[in-house]
């Protein structure tokens, strides 16, 4: 069964940093490019960031860039998403899926169910 699981979400005040986590099973990183993605109540889907296969190329959207980091383990099958400097329009659900790659990163068969972001003071 191929399966992401998220974990790391919490409530962080203004200014604080979290650190989340998607373990695979079922199929390895080189397998497929990992993208993030967020969605708050009422809104659009989000996407986030983004890396490739190999681990060699990332990308992030101009809304997290030069705050949000993401990152792989390739032993533990992992992707991270380092955020920090959360603001409150960083709240939302956050999920993982597994894309074929990062130009086409909105076509997955194979996601999440999320980890729960709140920024709030």
């Known amino acids: 069964q191929l399966q992401l699981v998220e974990s790391g979400g919490d409530l962080v005040q203004p200014g604080g940093s979290l650190r989340l986590s998607c373990v695979a099973s079922g199929f390895t990183l080189d397998d497929y490019s990992r993208a993030w993605f967020r969605q708050a109540p009422g809104k659009e889907r989000e996407w986030v960031s983004c890396?490739?296969?190999?681990?060699?190329?990332?990308i992030v959207a101009d809304s997290v860039k030069g705050r949000f980091i993401i990152s792989r383990d390739s032993a533990k099958n992992t992707v991270y998403l380092e955020m920090f400097s959360l603001k409150p329009e960083d709240t939302g659900n956050y999920y993982c899926?597994?894309?074929?790659?990062?130009?086409?990163?909105?076509?997955?068969?194979?996601r999440g169910q999320g980890t729960q972001v709140t920024v709030s003071s």
């Open positions: 899926a597994a894309p074929r790659d990062c130009i086409r990163r909105t076509e997955y068969n194979i």
């Open positions: 890396i490739s296969r190999g681990g060699g190329a990332t």
